[in-house]
């Protein structure tokens, strides 16, 4: 039986909560650091990888090349700033791909 592991990269302040739930942490500074420890963990086994939206927002093309791929899972989160909305914008996308339907979508009036 594999045992996988679930990962969390972005900024310090954001991800460091992680760590009291027994996920490993991978903060980074820029892009390029970003991009490498994603491709790292990847080839490392790892499950689910979770990402903050301003790192995944700088590295548009290595979040879409795991896109249709069943491992790693990259799932977008926001990070201590907010969010920018990207994480359930492709929440939506692939829920209204799996089902054809959009069925998250936001009622006028709320906010």
Request: without cysteine.
């Amino acid at each position: 039986m594999s045992t996988y592991k679930i990962g969390v990269v972005g900024d310090r302040h954001t991800i460091l909560g992680f760590k009291s739930l027994g996920v490993f942490i991978f903060p980074v500074l820029d892009a390029d650091e970003a991009d490498k420890t994603i491709a790292k963990l990847a080839k490392e086994g790892f499950a689910i990888i979770y990402v903050t939206e301003q790192i995944a927002k700088q590295i548009p093309e290595r979040i879409q090349f795991y896109r249709n791929k069943p491992l790693p899972a990259i799932t977008l989160i926001p990070s201590n700033r907010g969010t920018l909305g990207i994480g359930m914008e492709e929440i939506k996308k692939s829920v209204e791909k799996a089902i054809g339907v959009d069925i998250l979508f936001e009622s006028e009036g709320e906010e």
